[in-house]
T-cell receptor, first 115, second 113 residues
């Protein structure tokens, strides 16, 4: 299994500002993903972070709002830009292990509140 | 597109009661099926998974799930719940050759001691 850490664990931000969330994995992984988890709702995939190329975004999410970096096989960042209260959510980093049929592991999440 | 339905959004049980959480999906082809659990204040972790073989899958902490292909279902069961099973449970389905599963909206389980 993979051990994933995220920073920060939580933050309260003002609207119009940006927050960068970091995701660190203890081993090299093929696939890294960013999800949003809102209370009472399903996990929603924001994008797949590809090492060495641009992230692949899901419908409804755009690079200008959620720029993603993945400089190597163990690290990724997600930025939530120009925040509004609607962006208040838990943001989860996840990794896929290709050695175990792409089993997914999740980080502890970053709880973001936008005021 | 794949969709995953978890019929019970909130379940409240007393300790020692039996548990069954429903999960249905829409895609009719080959699927990989998962149940994840999120205990209060902790991160999502895999409870059990089905890829092939015996449709009755046993996971950690006494949980099991049964894949019924004809019903497009993968219900989670536990014969006797404990207070420590209080958590959020998510069903997820991967299909169509995609690496990425579709998640249900989750079921909140509260077990009273």
């Amino acid at each position: 299994s993979a051990v994933i850490s995220q920073k920060p664990s939580r933050d309260i931000c003002q609207r119009g500002t940006s927050l960068t969330i970091q995701c660190q994995v203890d081993s090299q992984v093929t696939m890294m993903f960013w999800y949003r988890q809102q209370p009472g709702q399903s996990l929603t995939l924001i994008a797949t972070a590809n090492q060495g190329s641009e992230a692949t975004y899901e419908s409804g999410f755009v690079i200008d709002k959620f720029p993603i970096s993945r400089p190597n096989l163990t690290f990724s960042t997600l930025t939530v830009s120009n925040m509004s209260p609607e962006d208040s959510s838990i943001y989860l980093c996840s990794v896929g292990d290709s050695n175990i049929f792409y089993e997914q592991y999740f980080g502890p999440g970053t709880r973001l509140t936008v005021t | 597109a794949q969709s995953v339905s978890q019929h019970n959004h909130h379940v409240i049980l007393s300790e020692a009661a039996s548990l069954e959480l429903g999960c249905n999906y829409s895609y009719g082809g080959t699927v990989n099926l998962f149940w994840y659990v999120q205990y209060p204040g902790q991160h999502l972790q895999l409870l059990l998974k089905y890829f092939s073989g015996d449709p009755l899958v046993k996971g950690i902490k006494g949980f099991e799930a049964e894949f019924i292909k004809s019903k497009f279902s993968f219900n989670l069961r536990k014969p006797s719940v404990q207070w420590s099973d209080t958590a959020e449970y998510f069903c997820a389905v991967r299909s169509g050759g995609s690496y990425i599963p579709t998640f249900g909206r989750g079921t909140s389980l509260i077990v009273h001691p």
